[in-house]
Nanobody, 122 residues
Framework: VQLQASGGGLVQPGGSLRLSCPAA????????VSWYRQAPGIQREMVAT???????????TYADFVTGRFTISRDFDKNTVYLQMNWLEPQDTAVYYC?????????????WGQGTLVTVSS
């Protein structure tokens, strides 16, 4: 599975950005996709995760610090997961990574895309 995060940039406080993470390869093996972020000197932290329940409905989970501001979604036709970020704050400045967790032939795998830098500053 290959991931390619994009969409980062410089935005003013209160602004919005949408990150994209298209997947290629064994996409049918993916169970969940998450966005993580890492700010300088801080451990990488989970931002949001999307997966499916037994009825193929989306199940989403958010870190407390983004609930109500960020939305994770996906487009199966494009094999892409998005992170819509609204009401950005300077403390949201970080490199954002997408991560896919997959099961292939009974083995669990974790894949990371390269990061995309989000800078929130006036």
């Amino acid at each position: 599975v290959q991931l390619q995060a994009s969409g980062g940039g410089l935005v003013q406080p209160g602004g919005s950005l949408r990150l994209s993470c298209p997947a290629a390869g064994s996409v049918d093996s993916i169970n969940s996709v998450s966005w993580y972020r890492q700010a300088p000197g801080i451990q990488r932290e989970m931002v949001a995760t999307i997966s499916s329940d037994n009825l193929n409905n989306d199940v989403t989970t958010y870190a407390d610090f983004v609930t109500g501001r960020f939305t994770i979604s996906r487009d199966f036709d494009k094999n892409t997961v998005y992170l819509q970020m609204n009401w950005l704050e300077p403390q949201d400045t970080a490199v954002y990574y997408c991560r896919a967790d997959a099961v292939i032939l009974g083995q669990e795998y974790t894949y990371w895309g390269q990061g995309t830098l989000v800078t929130v500053s006036s």
